[in-house]
């Protein structure tokens, strides 16, 4: 309640965020899955909701009695584009990597909002346990993943985001977003190797020089292991 400008709210965080009292001014919707159209149980006449073209036809229908607009999401294969080319519809398509969180920075980012970004609630608690603001819907198989020597207890899809989002955030960047990653898992942690404001995560001198460290004894550990190039003609050196 003391945040400062529009929140966007992705999947069911506008429920969880409704049931606080704070009505988003936007939620977005972009998974093709028809399970979309039972994340949001609440659907509130004051929100704006940016739906993916690709949606299912259910997800529409649930919507259709409240404000609406339809975006396009880039990536996949090239057939949106096919489709837009062949009906004459020169309409933008969004890219953004493949989760909700780094989407919408994108699509926000395309709506005009260039200049400060909060980010809250993109990771849990690294127990596992909360994948979703308001609980997942299907069952989340889990995996551990290290991170400069720390170890993260994760769904796949979230691996992969942290991933995307250590591409896309200097994007943002170098259009002049000022990023700002709250909470202190995956993605707040990555954050703090790039340079992002992460207000509830500090890093201390002795975890900067523990990170030095360990970079150095992996690259020790990956050049003994990495094959010897020998030089000739066809060495390709």
């Given amino acids: 309640?003391?945040?400062?400008?529009?929140?966007?709210?992705?999947?069911?965080?506008?429920?969880?965020?409704?049931?606080?009292?704070?009505?988003?001014?936007?939620?977005?919707?972009w998974d093709a899955n028809p399970i979309m159209a039972d994340i949001i149980k609440k659907p509130?006449?004051?929100?704006?909701?940016?739906i993916a073209s690709r949606c299912h036809p259910?997800?529409?229908?649930?919507?259709?009695?409240?404000?609406?607009?339809?975006?396009?999401?880039?990536?996949?294969?090239?057939g949106l584009e096919k489709l837009l080319i062949k009906h004459n519809r020169r309409e933008a398509m969004i890219a953004g990597g493949s989760s909700a969180v780094t989407r919408a920075t994108h699509l926000a980012g395309a709506m005009g909002y260039t200049g400060e970004m909060h980010l809250f609630g993109i990771c849990d608690a690294n127990d596992g346990k909360n994948t979703h603001a308001m609980g997942s819907i299907i069952k989340q198989e889990l995996m551990q993943i290290r991170v400069c020597g720390k170890w993260f207890y994760v769904a796949p899809w979230m691996a992969l985001q942290a991933g995307d989002f250590k591409?896309?955030?200097?994007?943002?960047?170098?259009?002049?977003?000022?990023?700002?990653?709250?909470?202190?898992?995956?993605?707040?942690?990555?954050?703090?190797?790039?340079?992002?404001?992460?207000?509830?995560?500090?890093?201390?001198?002795?975890?900067?020089?523990?990170?030095?460290?360990?970079?150095?004894?992996?690259?020790?550990?990956?050049?003994?292991?990495?094959?010897?190039?020998?030089?000739?003609?066809?060495?390709?050196?």
């Fill in 44 to 50: 509130h006449k004051d929100v704006k909701y940016l």
């Fill in 167 to 237: 591409i896309l955030a200097p994007l943002l960047k170098a259009n002049g977003v000022r990023l700002i990653v709250h909470g202190t898992g995956l993605i707040p942690y990555v954050a703090t190797f790039m340079g992002i404001e992460t207000p509830d995560l500090k890093v201390r001198w002795y975890e900067k020089l523990r990170r030095e460290m360990h970079a150095l004894i992996l690259l020790y550990l990956d050049l003994r292991k990495s094959p010897q190039l020998l030089g000739g003609s066809n060495a390709g050196i």
């Fill in 1 to 29: 309640k003391d945040i400062v400008g529009d929140i966007m709210a992705c999947y069911s965080a506008h429920d969880f965020l409704i049931e606080r009292g704070i009505i988003p001014k936007y939620t977005m919707l």
């Fill in 58 to 78: 259910s997800v529409f229908e649930k919507f259709k009695d409240y404000d609406v607009t339809v975006w396009h999401a880039m990536g996949g294969d090239d």
